[in-house]
C-alpha cells in the first residue's frame, strides 16, 4: 500500500483534531509538538519511516535539546498521533506498544511565592489601563484557579461582579463549569473595565493595545511584571497551583478537584504543596 507522505498525515490529523472539536489551544498544542518529530525525517518519509527505533531515536535527541517535561509532551503527542494512524492505517504496524516512554521527572513544579505575589501586585500601581489590567489578571488567577487558555478565553458576561462566578464556557476538554474570584479581584476588574471603549457581555475580557490578548501577551506580563519586581518570573500555570495549595486545606480536596476542573483527585494532589505551616495551620482551624 502507497502511504501519504508525513506532512500531509499531521495535515489530516490536525484537521480531524479540529473536527473532534478540541480547542484551538489544544490543536496547536499537537502541531507544535508534532512538527519537530515529522521534520526528523526525510521529506519524503511515509508511514512505513515511524518504527520504534525511529521513535526511541527521536525521544533521545529531544532529551538533549529540551526540559523532561517537554520531551514527555512529546511522546504523549507522538502516542496519540501513531494511535490514531493505526485506526486509519490497519494494516500498519503500530510502533507505540514497543516503546517504553520516558519516565515524568518527580520534582515538584513550582507554586507562587505568596511574597512574589504581593510583590507583582504592589508593581502594578499606576490606575492606568495596563496597571489596572495586569492587577486584575494576577488577581483573577490566583484567586479562580483559572487555566491560562480559560482566563484569555472569557468574554466580559463570563464574571458576575456581584458574587464573583465565572462561567467557564470552554474548560478543558471542552467542558462547561464554574469558577469564583475573590472581593479583591472583583473590584480590580471593575478597576480595569472602566478603560474598556467596547462594553457587551459576548465581547472578550482581555485586552492588549493591538487586539485581544494571546497567550504570547500573558506570558509577557509574567516577564515584564517579574523585571519591575525583582522578582522570578512566574508562570500563569504557578497561580493555579497557588490556589489549589490555598484552598485545599480550606475547602477540601473534592471541592477543589470540581472548582478546579481535575478529572481526579491524583491528577489534583500534585498542585497541593502544603508546607509544615500550612499544615498547622489547617489543624488549628479545624479544632
Known amino acids: 500500500m502507497t502511504y501519504p507522505n508525513l506532512a500531509s498525515l499531521l495535515e489530516t490529523f490536525l484537521l480531524s483534531r479540529q473536527a473532534a472539536n478540541l480547542t484551538p489551544r489544544t490543536v496547536s498544542f499537537y502541531q507544535w509538538q508534532l512538527q519537530p518529530f515529522i521534520e526528523h525525517f526525510e521529506s519524503s518519509a511515509t508511514l512505513t519511516h515511524i518504527t520504534a527505533e525511529a521513535v526511541e531515536r527521536y525521544l533521545v535527541k529531544r532529551q538533549k535539546e529540551v526540559a523532561p517535561r517537554s520531551v514527555h509532551a512529546a511522546w504523549r503527542s507522538i502516542r496519540v498521533f501513531c494511535n490514531w494512524l493505526a485506526a486509519r492505517y490497519p494494516d500498519w504496524t503500530n510502533p507505540v506498544p514497543q516503546v517504553t516512554g520516558p519516565r515524568l521527572p518527580k520534582n515538584k513544579a513550582p507554586v507562587l511565592d505568596r511574597e512574589v505575589l504581593n ?25 479562580s484557579g483559572l487555566r491560562a487558555s480559560e482566563l484569555l478565553a472569557l468574554k466580559q458576561g463570563n464574571i458576575n461582579l456581584d458574587n464573583g462566578i465565572v462561567r467557564v464556557e470552554r474548560g478543558k476538554g471542552g467542558s462547561e463549569r464554574i469558577a469564583i474570584v475573590s472581593p479583591d479581584a472583583r473590584l480590580a476588574l471593575v478597576d480595569y473595565l472602566r478603560h474598556l471603549l467596547v462594553r457587551g457581555p459576548r465581547r472578550t475580557l482581555w485586552w492588549s493595545r493591538r487586539g485581544p490578548l494571546q497567550y504570547s501577551g500573558l506570558v509577557e506580563i509574567m516577564k515584564r511584571r517579574a523585571k519591575l519586581a525583582n522578582v522570578p518570573q512566574p508562570s500563569a500555570h504557578s497561580f493555579r497551583r497557588r490556589w489549589a495549595t490555598d484552598m485545599a486545606p480550606r475547602l477540601g480536596l473534592h471541592v477543589v478537584q470540581a472548582l478546579g476542573s481535575w478529572e481526579n ?21 479545624a479544632r
Open 119 to 143: 510583590k507583582l501586585v504592589r508593581c502594578c500601581k499606576n490606575h492606568d489601563f495596563i496597571d489596572d489590567r495586569d492587577r486584575a489578571i494576577f488577581l483573577v488567577l490566583v484567586s
Open 265 to 285: 483527585i491524583v491528577s489534583l494532589k500534585p498542585y497541593v504543596q502544603l508546607s509544615e505551616q500550612d499544615l498547622l495551620e489547617a489543624y488549628e482551624n
